[in-house]
C-alpha cells in the first residue's frame, strides 16, 4: 500500500499524456487525484490550487519573463547577424566553415539570449541560405543548427538553470551560471569536432578568405553584443545586482541596443511583447503545477522512497549517476526540459547528495542531459523548429543527427566524470 502514491501519480500522469492534454494540465490533474487518496476532494483541489500559487510566489522567478523578452527583442533587433559575421571571422575560411559559424554563433547567440529555440530559428533562417548557395546538405546544416542550438541552454544566462535552482530548493543561480560556462563549451567543442567528420566525408568547400580586417569590423561590431556578458553575469558573480535585477538590465541593454542597430521599429514591440507573454505564461503555468506535483510527492514521501529504492540497488556513486542519466535521457524524449527539471529534480537530488555529488555538479548535467530531449521525436521542440526552418521532413534529419546525439552523450559522460569541468570557476570566483 506504501508504493499506491506512486502508482496512481505516475498512471494518471501518463495516461493524460497520452490522451493529449497538455502537460501543465496533466500535471494539476495527476497530483489532485494522488491527494484525494488521504483527502476529500474540496480540500484536495483547494490544496492544489494554493500549492500553485505559493510556487509562483518566487522573486527570482521574476527573471524568466524578462530574459524571455530581452530573447525576442535580440531575435530582432541585428545581434544574431553581428555575431554570424564575428564567428565567421573566426572559422568560416576552414572547409565547411559553416557548420562551424552555426556551433560558434549558437554558443555566443546562447550566451546573450539564453533561449535556444531562438538560437535556432535565428541562426538557421540566416545561414541556411548561405550552406545552400554553398552546396552543403540540407540534412547536415539542420542536424547542426538543432544541436548546437542547446548550447543556450548551459551558458548563461539560462532560464532552465533559474528553473532548477528553485526546484533544487535554493541552489545559487550565481553558482550555476557560472557553472554552465565549460560545460557548455566543451558541448560546442564536441559538435564541431563531429561536424568535422562529416566535413571531411563530404568534401564541403572553404569558406572565402577572411582578412585580419574583416575580423576586426566583425569583432568591433559584436562588441556591444558581447559587452552584454560581462553586465550580466559580472553583475551577479561580482554582487552588485541579483539575477533578476540583471534580467531586467538586459532587456534595457538589448532594446538600447536593438534601436541604435536602427533594426528594430517600435511598430514591432507590441508583436514582441505578445509574444514574450505567451512563453512566460506557458512556463509558469508549468511551474506552478510543478509544483503542485512536488508538494503531492512529498506529502506521500515519493522522493524518500524512490531515494531508498535505489540506494538499495547500489549506494555506488557512477552506479547511481549512469542509472538517473539513463532514465533522464528516456524522460527526455517524451518530455520537455521544463516540467522534467521540475518533476525529477526533487526526486534525484536527495539521491545523489547522500552519495557526494554536488547539487550545482547534478543541476548542469541534468540540463544537458535533458538538451538531448529536445533534438529527438516525438517531442523535441528544437527538431521542429530546426526542420521547419530548413524546410525538410522530420525522417530526412533523423539520420545524421544520430552522430551528433552521440557527441552530446560523450559531452554529458565527460561532464559526469569530471566534475571539475562544472565546478572550476564557480570555486574560482568562490560561490561554493
Same mark, same amino acid.
Given at each position: ?103 560558434? %554563433? ?13 538560437? %535556432? ?33 548551459? $551558458? ?19 553558482? *550555476? ?9 566543451? *558541448? ?93 505564461? @506557458? ?29 538499495? @540497488? ?12 539513463? $532514465? ?8 520537455? $526540459? /521544463? ?13 545523489? /547528495? ?28 528544437? *527538431? ?25 552523450? $560523450? ?10 569541468? /562544472? ?10
Amino acid at each position: 500500500m506504501e508504493w499506491i502514491g506512486i502508482l496512481i501519480l505516475v498512471l494518471s500522469f501518463v495516461t493524460l499524456l497520452v490522451l493529449g492534454v497538455p502537460v501543465a494540465w496533466s500535471l494539476g490533474l495527476s497530483s489532485f487525484f494522488t491527494l484525494i487518496i488521504t483527502v476529500a476532494a474540496l480540500p484536495s483541489a483547494t490544496t492544489i490550487a494554493q500549492r500553485l500559487a505559493t510556487g509562483l510566489d518566487s522573486f527570482s522567478l521574476l527573471a524568466i519573463p524578462f530574459f524571455v523578452l530581452a530573447g525576442e527583442i535580440m531575435n530582432k533587433g541585428g545581434i544574431a547577424n553581428r555575431l554570424i559575421d564575428f564567428a565567421k571571422g573566426l572559422t568560416g575560411r576552414l572547409p565547411g566553415g559553416l557548420l562551424y559559424v552555426n556551433v560558434i %554563433a549558437s554558443m555566443l547567440f546562447g550566451a546573450i539570449a539564453g533561449s535556444a529555440a531562438a538560437a %535556432a530559428s535565428a541562426l538557421g533562417s540566416i545561414l541556411g541560405k548561405r550552406m545552400d548557395e554553398e552546396g552543403y546538405p540540407k540534412t547536415l546544416g539542420a542536424a547542426v543548427n538543432i544541436t548546437s542550438s542547446t548550447t543556450g541552454l548551459i $551558458i548563461p544566462p539560462s532560464n532552465v538553470l533559474i528553473i532548477y535552482s528553485l526546484a533544487s530548493g535554493g541552489v545559487s543561480i550565481a553558482a *550555476l551560471f557560472v557553472a554552465g560556462y565549460l560545460p557548455g563549451i566543451l *558541448l560546442g567543442l564536441v559538435l564541431m569536432a563531429c561536424a568535422a567528420i562529416f566535413i571531411k566525408k563530404n568534401n564541403l568547400p572553404a569558406g572565402e578568405r577572411v582578412t585580419l580586417s574583416f575580423l576586426g569590423k566583425s569583432f568591433w561590431r559584436a562588441v556591444p553584443s558581447l559587452f552584454l556578458l560581462f553586465v550580466v553575469i559580472g553583475g551577479i558573480v561580482a554582487g552588485v545586482f541579483t539575477a533578476t535585477e540583471a534580467s531586467a538590465i538586459a532587456v534595457v541593454y538589448t532594446l538600447v541596443l536593438s534601436f541604435a542597430y536602427r533594426e528594430l521599429k517600435w511598430s514591432e514591440l507590441p508583436g514582441i511583447l505578445v509574444r514574450s507573454s505567451e512563453t512566460t505564461a @506557458v512556463v509558469l503555468l508549468l511551474i506552478g503545477t510543478s509544483m503542485s506535483m512536488s508538494w503531492v510527492m512529498s506529502a506521500e514521501d515519493i522522493p524518500q522512497k524512490i531515494s531508498e529504492f535505489m540506494l538499495n @540497488v547500489s549506494d555506488n556513486k557512477w552506479v547511481i549517476l549512469i542509472l538517473i542519466n539513463i $532514465i533522464l535521457l528516456i524522460v527526455g524524449v517524451f518530455m520537455d $526540459i /521544463t516540467p522534467a527539471v521540475l518533476i525529477f529534480t526533487p526526486i534525484f537530488l536527495p539521491v545523489v /547528495t547522500k552519495v557526494g555529488v554536488d547539487p550545482v555538479h547534478f543541476g548542469i548535467m541534468m540540463v544537458v542531459n535533458l538538451c538531448i530531449g529536445l533534438c529527438t521525436p516525438p517531442v523535441g521542440s528544437l *527538431l521542429f523548429v530546426g526542420v521547419s526552418i530548413a524546410k525538410i521532413s522530420l525522417t530526412q534529419v533523423i539520420k545524421p543527427l544520430l552522430p551528433f546525439f552521440l557527441a552530446m552523450i $560523450i559531452a554529458l559522460a565527460l561532464i559526469m566524470l569530471f566534475p571539475e569541468i /562544472t565546478l572550476f570557476l564557480p570555486r574560482l570566483f568562490d560561490l561554493l
